[in-house]
C-alpha cells in the first residue's frame, strides 16, 4: 500500500514538474505605501513568482529547455487602503531560438491600471474557469495571453486555444470589478487587457498572427543554417505586420510587435543587404514612428 503512493506521488510530482510552462522572475516594488506592511509586500512578489512557476496552466509538456523565460515587475503606485492597490505591471516572455543560445522575447508590455486586494499569504489561483479574485484573474490571464504569443511562434495560429482563454477569463470578471479596472473592458484604453484579446481574435489581425509563425519559424529558427534565408523570411513578417497596422491603425497588437522586436530587428537588419535595410527601415519607422530615429541604425552597415 505504501508503495502504491509513493509511486502515486512520483507520478503526480512528474506529471506538474513537465507540465509547468514558465520560469519567472517576480519583481514588486512600492515605493509610495504608508498602510501596507512590508512583509506583505515581500510575501506579495513571492506568490506570484510561485504562481507563475509552480501552476500547471496547460496539458502539454515542456521540457526544462522548453520553457517560456519570463520576468514581471510589479510597481504598487497607489495604496487605496493597506490591502488594495492599483499597480503598473511590466511583463517582458522570451522563447529560445533553434540551434542557437539567443533567447528572443514573445511579448514586452506595460499595463498600467491594474487594481487588486492583496492580504499576506492569500492564494492565488488559476482563473481559467472561474474568477475568484481580480489579481489572480490579471496574471492568469497573462500566462494564458503569453501562451498564446508562443504558441503563435511555433505553428500557425498555434496560441488559439490559449487566447480563447483569456478571452474567457476576460468575460468572466463580475461588473463590480469592471466598474473599478476598466481595462477589463471595451471602455478602458485602447492598450488594456481588454483590447489585447480583442486584437488577437479579430479577423482583420490574421496576417499578423501568420507572420509570427513566418518571423520565427522560417526566420530566427533558421539563422543559424542560412541567415539570408532567414532574413528574407522575417522581412515577409514584418511586411505582413505592416498591413495590419494599415488595417487596423493603432493597434495593440502592432505596438506589441515593436515593442517587443524593436532592438532585436535593429541589431538583425543593420548586417543585411542594402534592399534589406531600405525595406526595413521604410517599414518599421513607419509602424513605431515614435522610435523612428531608432532604426536610422539599420542603414549604417555593421
Same mark, same amino acid.
Given at each position: 500500500?505504501?508503495?502504491?503512493?509513493?509511486?502515486?506521488?512520483?507520478?503526480?510530482?512528474?506529471?506538474?514538474?513537465?507540465?509547468?510552462?514558465?520560469?519567472?522572475?517576480?519583481?514588486?516594488?512600492?515605493?509610495?505605501?504608508?498602510?501596507?506592511?512590508?512583509?506583505?509586500?515581500?510575501?506579495?512578489?513571492?506568490?506570484?513568482e510561485?504562481?507563475?512557476?509552480?501552476?500547471?496552466?496547460t496539458?502539454?509538456?515542456?521540457?526544462?529547455?522548453?520553457?517560456?523565460?519570463?520576468?514581471?515587475?510589479?510597481?504598487?503606485?497607489?495604496?487605496?487602503?493597506?490591502?488594495?492597490?492599483?499597480?503598473?505591471?511590466?511583463?517582458?516572455?522570451?522563447?529560445?531560438?533553434?540551434?542557437?543560445?539567443?533567447?528572443?522575447?514573445?511579448?514586452?508590455?506595460?499595463d498600467?491600471?491594474?487594481?487588486?486586494?492583496?492580504e499576506?499569504?492569500?492564494?492565488?489561483?488559476?482563473?481559467?474557469?472561474?474568477?475568484?479574485?481580480?489579481?489572480?484573474?490579471?496574471?492568469?490571464? =497573462?500566462a @494564458?495571453? /503569453?501562451? &498564446?504569443? $508562443?504558441?503563435?511562434?511555433?505553428?500557425?495560429?498555434?496560441?488559439? +486555444?490559449?487566447?480563447? *482563454?483569456?478571452?474567457?477569463?476576460?468575460?468572466?470578471i463580475?461588473?463590480?470589478?469592471?466598474?473599478?479596472?476598466?481595462?477589463?473592458?471595451?471602455?478602458?484604453?485602447?492598450?488594456?487587457?481588454?483590447?489585447?484579446?480583442?486584437?488577437?481574435?479579430?479577423?482583420?489581425?490574421?496576417?499578423?498572427?501568420?507572420?509570427? =509563425?513566418? @518571423?520565427? /519559424?522560417? &526566420?530566427? $529558427?533558421?539563422?543559424?543554417?542560412?541567415?539570408?534565408?532567414?532574413? +528574407?523570411?522575417?522581412? *515577409?513578417?514584418?511586411?505582413?505586420?505592416?498591413?495590419v497596422?494599415?488595417?487596423?491603425?493603432?493597434?495593440?497588437?502592432v505596438?506589441?510587435?515593436?515593442?517587443?522586436?524593436?532592438?532585436?530587428?535593429?541589431?538583425?537588419?543593420?548586417?543585411?543587404?542594402?534592399?534589406?535595410?531600405?525595406?526595413?527601415?521604410?517599414?518599421?519607422?513607419?509602424?513605431?514612428?515614435?522610435?523612428?530615429?531608432?532604426?536610422?541604425?539599420?542603414?549604417?552597415?555593421?
Open positions: 500500500m505504501h508503495k502504491f503512493i509513493i509511486v502515486l506521488s512520483v507520478l503526480f510530482f512528474a506529471q506538474n514538474l513537465f507540465a509547468q510552462e514558465f520560469i519567472a522572475k517576480v519583481k514588486v516594488t512600492a515605493p509610495n505605501t504608508n498602510e501596507a506592511d512590508a512583509a506583505t509586500i515581500k510575501n506579495l512578489e513571492q506568490v506570484v510561485e504562481f507563475y512557476n509552480n501552476t500547471s496552466f496539458n502539454n509538456q515542456f521540457d526544462q529547455f522548453e520553457k517560456i523565460g519570463l520576468s514581471v515587475q510589479l510597481n504598487i503606485v497607489e495604496e487605496v487602503t493597506a490591502t488594495k492597490f492599483r499597480a503598473d505591471v511590466a511583463i517582458q516572455a522570451i522563447r529560445p531560438v533553434y540551434g542557437s543560445q539567443y533567447e528572443t522575447p514573445v511579448i514586452s508590455h506595460a498600467k491600471r491594474l487594481y487588486f486586494e492583496f499576506q499569504f492569500q492564494p492565488l489561483q488559476n482563473s481559467k474557469d472561474v474568477y475568484t479574485d481580480a489579481l489572480s484573474a490579471a496574471l492568469s490571464f =497573462y @494564458y495571453t /503569453i501562451l &498564446g504569443f $508562443d504558441g503563435d511562434s511555433f505553428a500557425p495560429l498555434g496560441g488559439q +486555444e490559449h487566447f480563447l *482563454t483569456a478571452q474567457n477569463i476576460i468575460n468572466s463580475p461588473p463590480n470589478i469592471t466598474g473599478i479596472d476598466k481595462e477589463w473592458t471595451s471602455l478602458g484604453n485602447r492598450k488594456g487587457r481588454y483590447w489585447i484579446v480583442e486584437n488577437v481574435l479579430n479577423p482583420k489581425v490574421r496576417p499578423y498572427r501568420e507572420a509570427m =509563425y513566418e @518571423y520565427h /519559424i522560417r &526566420g530566427l $529558427d533558421v539563422m543559424h543554417k542560412d541567415s539570408n534565408k532567414a532574413k +528574407e523570411s522575417m522581412m *515577409t513578417a514584418i511586411k505582413k505586420v505592416s498591413d497596422n494599415r488595417s487596423y491603425p493603432n493597434s495593440i497588437i505596438q506589441i510587435f515593436t515593442q517587443s522586436k524593436r532592438e532585436e530587428i535593429i541589431d538583425i537588419f543593420k548586417r543585411s543587404t542594402q534592399n534589406q535595410q531600405g525595406t526595413v527601415y521604410a517599414l518599421m519607422s513607419r509602424m513605431d514612428a515614435a522610435n523612428a530615429s531608432k532604426y536610422r541604425a539599420v542603414r549604417n552597415r555593421g
